[in-house]
């Protein structure tokens, strides 16, 4: 599944490309050619089968499937801070475009993350950046920029506009610009994941914490 932030992922993708990191890891799960032949008509057991033997032994790693109920399923990766499961039909064929053979449901779960600034882009409300309290410092968590009206980011700035300051709140200095505040205002996300670091992933604003 895709990261949020494209252009930031893909920046991080060149620096760790430019190195021997491990961070990147390519997982492969299905097989759709071999050799010149189409197995897309093949099930879809009968291609992982074939595609677990073939990057055996390399650093490519296997996507394993799990036969178990999917509410089961679901509830399991949920809890794990997951972004949720892809359930396919163990014998369906593989069909372009969209279909019943494979449903992607994914997670959704809430925090309550501190607001460290806001963004301005060419003159519009472009959402905010928020942080997670570890200790006394304040950790970068991510930009929040959907679900946002023309309303809600009116009444959001007034707010935040009496906050602002020259410096980042953050412990830790980040690369992007923005509006800095006072970190004291508190907002409700929801997210369907984490990155390794801590950021949300998809985030969505659902509204400042005293008014929820």
């Not at 801070?81 to 779960?109: M, N, P």
């Not at 968590?141 to 020259?166: W, Y």
Request: aromatic share 10%; glycine share 8%; hydrophobic share 40%.
């Amino acid at each position: 599944m895709p990261a949020a932030n494209g252009a930031t992922d893909f920046s991080v993708l060149q620096n760790e490309l430019k190195g021997t990191s491990i961070k990147i890891v390519l997982i492969a799960f299905d097989l759709l050619y071999l050799n010149g032949r189409d197995l897309r008509k093949l099930p879809l057991f009968e291609r992982k089968a074939g595609l677990k033997k073939i990057i055996a032994g390399t650093d490519v790693q296997f996507s394993e499937s799990f036969e178990i109920e999917g509410r089961e399923m679901f509830a399991h990766a949920c809890k794990l801070g997951l972004e949720g499961v892809v359930s396919k039909v163990r014998d369906s064929v593989y069909a372009s475009g969209r279909g019943i053979s494979w449903v992607k449901k994914t997670c959704a779960q809430r925090e309550t993350l501190t607001i460290a600034g806001y963004a301005i882009d060419k003159g519009k409300w472009d959402g905010i950046y928020v942080g997670r309290r570890k200790g006394a410092d304040l950790i970068y968590a991510g930009k929040v920029d959907h679900r946002f009206d023309k309303t809600s980011a009116t009444d959001l700035q007034k707010r935040l506009k009496p906050l602002i300051r020259k410096t980042q709140p953050y412990a830790k200095r980040i690369a992007h610009k923005g509006i800095w505040v006072e970190p004291k205002l508190l907002a409700e996300i929801e997210y369907r994941a984490k990155s390794a670091e801590g950021k949300v992933r998809y985030p969505f604003f659902k509204g400042l914490r005293e008014n929820l």
